[in-house]
């Protein structure tokens, strides 16, 4: 089946710092990425919609300096932290659908922030 | 808005025990998915159920939908220890502009 594979899992960063979380998309092509946070024992909270060879859809409240999130291929999608803070720890998430609108989302695995 | 509303917020069983939770939503749909997470872990797609289908079953898994109640409900069987984790509905409109997911429901399965 469709995977996505997402890297770092962990994380640990110290304040000021940016991070670099990829995600790739394996045995399809994602023309559409979206990125969501989690925090614990809460549901996930989109953030972006990445989109390759276009900016991303950011949602309110979302800083797009903060978070800046590059499709520059049909399998990649990055999302950096930028000059990361202690209330940027997270659970970051990644997916993509495989067969376009409507299908099954595919997930990454998550990468556990932590900013020192 | 393509959220989703799971209920209950908890639900603790014994094992081989059936559980269900269910899910709503608010505006036309073409399909509704469930998804489970594992503590620490990305969604697994579970089941896809399309707006022309009232049921659905894959595995231990049966899935109805009424899109007069705007309402979903998924029922596991003979339930395991493996089942424990969260479970969330996503509702798909013809697009994913707004891909949301509700608070999910969080099942834990007693051995």
């Known amino acids: 089946g469709a995977v996505v594979s997402q890297h770092p899992s962990r994380v640990i960063c110290k304040s000021g710092t940016s991070v670099k979380i990829e995600c790739r998309s394996l045995d399809f092509q994602a023309t559409t990425m979206f990125w969501y946070r989690q925090f614990p024992k809460q549901s996930l909270m989109l953030m972006a919609t990445?989109?390759?060879?276009?900016?991303?859809?950011?949602e309110q409240g979302v800083e797009k300096d903060k978070f800046l999130i590059n499709h520059a291929s049909l399998t990649l999608s990055t999302l950096t932290v930028t000059s990361a803070h202690p209330e940027d720890s997270s659970f970051y998430i990644c997916?993509?659908?495989?067969?376009?609108?409507?299908?099954?989302?595919?997930f990454g695995n998550g990468t556990r922030l932590t900013v020192t | 808005s393509q959220q989703g509303e799971e209920d209950p917020q908890a639900l603790s069983i014994q094992e081989g025990e059936n559980a269900t939770m269910n899910c709503s939503y608010k505006?036309?749909?073409?399909?509704l998915q469930w998804y489970r997470q594992n503590s620490g872990r990305g969604l697994v797609h579970l089941i896809l159920?399309?707006?022309?289908?009232r049921e659905k079953h894959s595995g231990r898994l049966r899935v109805t939908l009424d899109t007069s109640k705007k309402s979903s409900s998924l029922l596991i069987t003979a339930s395991r220890a493996a089942d424990t984790a969260s479970y969330f509905c996503l509702s798909g409109s013809g697009g994913y502009q707004k891909v949301t997911f509700g608070t999910g429901t969080k099942l834990q399965v007693i051995p």
């Open positions: 990445s989109n390759e060879g276009s900016k991303a859809t950011y």
């Open positions: 997916s993509a659908p495989d067969r376009g609108i409507d299908s099954p989302l595919h």
């Open positions: 159920i399309r707006s022309n289908e």
């Open positions: 505006t036309s749909i073409n399909n």
